[in-house]
């Protein structure tokens, strides 16, 4: 059973300041909530000195629902389970399929509903959500885990009218500590892209001193916007997710150019690979199937159409740890968008690899999540077939392609610990260059190559 998060107390809503008075607002609260205790009424609150995480979110739907009264917890950027049950909530509003998804369809409703609330002069709240009742009292996991410095960028669209700036803070309820509280701020900044840039210098200034420092980039990192560039100078990472990724293997090859300059990225994309690499590792654990490991010269992969990063690094991980030399890339497309990569072993044995994108009537929370694999041999002899899926339809698909082989098949349970807030929590307690992830990534570079 998945653990919840501690529920959140918010002691200071989202407040308007000029940008000459965030740091004097954010003093202001702790002074006036550090002495809350004394009386012995309620717990007193102090700010958290762990790390600073700066988001640039350049999606637009959590400004929306909190204006409208949808949302009503901190305007971060983090898709947690609050954001999922306001989603569901317009959804019900606007009498749409209730998916916790935020698709065009909704982001038009809400700008639409938005602009006419503008029109009229008023942004007033309206009744329909409660984090409680919805949210089940789960947390964002990310302030409940790892109480910070939250600065969120919010590029907007349309003329430039500057930056304006919010405070807001927020504190985990932890039950062995319930006399003080230690908090995560917020600090909201809000403009165009331009508007950003020129005030790039106090975002760096608002980013804790000598403490820890996270980019949590979500849109494609480029390596020429000033204001990537230094932020992500500063930090000790660069966070991304390569499953929100519209262009994969154009916005994979941004990342490749950043990881040549020298930039630490993470990806929680290649978090999300995880158990398929153990349980792939770990079926050739016995010595026999050890000893038969360089017979593989077979793989296919499955995966949910619409993004190839999960598979094309699974990939190029499996290739990395057996020494494949990429020789082709080439794109059939089809219903399928098949792809074909052939390689070379150190053995000098040629293997064939198919990467398909499925079809699937109702996705996961993530795009182009893995759905089967299956390695094997052209060699029938070879017991060396295994066979990891995430459903049961996978694993009939992939076992029907084995043909004589019989095969060893396990299926990938579905991991809590695998959804966007958990992995980021658990990045957070990390940070400096991933070797693995290089390492794999410099094979996926060569394939991408030889498709160009």
């Not at 653990?3 to 003093?27: C, F, G, Y």
């Not at 898709?79 to 606007?94: E, H, N, T, V």
């Not at 509903?113 to 919805?134: F, P």
Request: hydrophobic letters at 35%; a negative charge; one cysteine or more.
């Amino acid at each position: 059973m998945a653990t919840q998060s501690p529920p959140i107390v918010s002691i200071q809503s989202p407040k308007d300041v000029s940008l000459s008075e965030i740091e004097a607002e954010l003093r202001q609260i702790w002074q006036s909530y550090g002495t809350a205790g004394e009386s012995g009424d309620s717990p007193s609150a102090v700010r958290a000195t762990t790390f600073s995480l700066v988001v640039y979110e350049p999606e637009e739907t959590q400004q929306l629902l909190a204006a409208l009264g949808y949302y009503s917890g901190p305007i971060d950027g983090i898709a947690g389970p609050r954001l999922f049950s306001a989603i569901k909530a317009a959804q019900k509003a606007y009498e749409l399929p209730k998916t916790g998804k935020a698709d065009e369809i909704l982001k038009a409703k809400l700008r639409e509903e938005y602009a006419a609330k503008l029109a009229q002069g008023e942004t007033s709240k309206r009744d329909g959500y409660s984090a409680d009742m919805e949210g089940a009292g789960i947390a964002d996991a990310i302030a409940a885990a790892n109480p910070c410095r939250i600065i969120a960028l919010f590029p907007t669209a349309g003329e430039d009218q500057g930056v304006s700036a919010q405070v807001s803070a927020s504190c985990p309820v932890q039950k062995h500590s319930q006399n003080t509280l230690v908090c995560c701020e917020y600090i909201t900044l809000k403009g165009t892209n331009a508007a950003l840039e020129r005030v790039s210098g106090l975002i760096s200034e608002l980013m804790i001193g000598e403490l820890p420092k996270f980019i949590w980039w979500k849109a494609t990192p480029d390596p020429d916007y000033p204001l990537f560039k230094r932020l992500a100078s500063l930090s000790n990472s660069v966070i991304i997710d390569s499953s929100t990724f519209r262009h994969p293997e154009e916005d994979i090859s941004q990342v490749l150019t950043l990881m040549g300059q020298g930039t630490p990225i993470a990806d929680l994309n290649w978090r999300r690979l995880a158990p398929w690499q153990e349980l792939t590792a770990e079926a050739f654990d016995p010595p026999e199937r050890r000893a038969v490991l360089h017979e593989v010269d077979k793989v296919t992969i499955d995966y949910e159409k619409g993004n190839q990063a999960q598979a094309l690094m699974f990939l190029s991980w499996l290739a990395s740890r057996l020494q494949w030399r990429p020789d082709s890339y080439q794109k059939e497309g089809g219903d399928y968008d098949i792809r074909r990569v052939n390689f070379t072993a150190s053995n000098g044995r040629p293997v064939e690899a198919e990467l398909a994108g499925i079809p699937v009537a109702d996705t996961g929370e993530v795009t182009g999540d893995l759905i089967s694999l299956r390695l094997g041999s052209t060699n029938m002899e070879a017991d060396c077939c295994t066979v990891l899926c995430s459903e049961t339809t996978g694993c009939m698909r992939m076992e029907a392609g084995g043909g004589a082989q019989s095969c060893r098949i396990q299926q990938v349970s579905p991991l809590f610990d695998q959804k966007t807030e958990q992995l980021l929590s658990q990045q957070l307690q990390r940070w400096g260059r991933e070797m693995l992830y290089e390492e794999s990534l410099a094979v996926t570079e060569q394939v991408l190559k030889l498709g160009n």
